[in-house]
Nanobody
């Protein structure tokens, strides 16, 4: 499956952004879809993941309540709605696909998109 992330940009602290990740290739509905991020000088970290049918989600604890992951099976797209953004949310955000159930570890994902940069100004 090929993944194409978009929607990043520059936003002021307190603002919102919605990232999109469009999938093509193998059947989209087979996969759990996740978002990860990597800030400059830091390791890639888990953000959120959604199950294949879109019913179950798991979030990084510190992001619960601000970030929401969703998917539209008809559009083969997964979204990450980010609200009340903080300077420390600045990172390259990656979407990824896995056949496993709601993994939070990057090595459990088989397919990765190219990343989209989110910059939050303080």
């Amino acid at each position: 499956v090929q993944l194409q992330a978009s929607g990043g940009g520059l936003v002021q602290a307190g603002g919102s952004l919605r990232l999109s990740c469009a999938a093509s290739g193998r059947t989209f509905s087979y996969f759990n879809l996740g978002w990860f991020r990597q800030a400059p000088g830091k390791e890639r970290e888990f953000v959120a993941v959604i199950s294949d049918e879109g019913i179950r989600q798991t979030y990084k604890d510190s992001l619960k309540g601000r970030f929401t992951i969703s998917r539209d099976l008809s559009k083969n797209t997964v979204y990450l709605q980010m609200n009340s953004l903080k300077y420390e949310d600045t990172a390259v955000y990656y979407c990824a696909a896995t056949s496993l159930f709601l993994p939070t570890i990057a090595t459990r994902y088989s397919y990765w998109g190219q990343g989209t940069l989110v910059t939050v100004s303080s």
